[in-house]
């Protein structure tokens, strides 16, 4: 069964540094998600993407925060220069399309680690 | 505000033993609804959803949900519950109209005793 992947699955960072974190969403899906889980706290949605362009950003999508997809396969989350609170477990997902019955698949999550 | 409520954070259950965890939304319109289950160290894997229709769900591993209109609620159901279903529990909405950006609640952990 086709997955959602993600590289690396820990990633240790020091403050002020940038990181790029790396998703590959299944093959024929059109729309792409990052979502962070702060340790022990609920998972909260940053940012969707959809035809090369971000669709829908939370206020947590500031502007330290962009997304790529830079080959029409990987999906990146790029964070230019970390804070203690970007650490978290960073989800990526990824969905077919927008009509009923659409389902979201989450990859297995990056977590950062900014020292 | 739209939110996601889920009221239990921890729920200890004997194996073998019925479950039922609680998800209350508050939303202007009927939204999507959403059981994400996490294992320790894992991803969300997606047990059952509610679009539309018939308002008692079937997911996978043995669960169900119930989508009751006039109380707000998705109670998450498993007649039996095994050691293996020991794990964080996420109830989620999304609407269309934002893309289907999931709107979780806090989780609800699940530890069975045998």
């Known amino acids: 069964e086709p997955e959602v992947t993600q590289t690396p699955s820990h990633q240790v960072t020091q403050m002020g540094q940038e990181v790029i974190l790396r998703c590959v969403p299944i093959s024929n899906h059109l729309y792409f998600y990052w979502y962070r889980q702060i340790l022990g706290q609920k998972v909260e949605f940053l940012v969707s993407f959809y035809n090369n362009e971000i669709s829908e950003k939370s206020e947590i999508f500031d502007d330290q925060f962009s997304v790529e997809r830079p080959d029409g396969s990987n999906f990146t989350l790029k964070i230019r220069s970390t804070k203690l609170e970007d650490s978290a477990m960073y989800f990526c997902?990824?969905?077919?399309?927008?009509?009923?019955?659409?389902?979201?698949?989450f990859g297995p999550g990056t977590r950062l680690l900014v020292l | 505000a739209q939110s996601v409520t889920q009221p239990d954070i921890h729920i200890t259950v004997s194996e073998g033993a019925s479950l039922e965890l609680r998800c209350n939304y508050s939303?202007?319109?009927?939204?999507?609804l959403f059981w994400y289950v996490q294992s320790p160290g894992q991803g969300l894997q997606l047990l059952l959803k509610?679009?539309?229709?018939?308002?008692l769900v079937q997911g996978i591993k043995g669960f169900e949900a119930e989508f009751k209109r006039s109380q707000s609620c998705f109670n998450l159901r498993k007649p039996s519950v095994h050691w293996s279903d020991a794990a964080e529990y996420f109830c989620a909405v999304g609407l269309s109209n934002s893309g289907y950006a999931l709107n979780f609640g806090k989780g609800t952990s699940l530890l069975v005793t045998p």
């Open positions: 939303y202007g319109a009927t939204p999507y």
């Open positions: 509610y679009f539309s229709g018939d308002t």
């Open positions: 997902a990824s969905q077919t399309g927008l009509g009923d019955q659409e389902t979201q698949y």
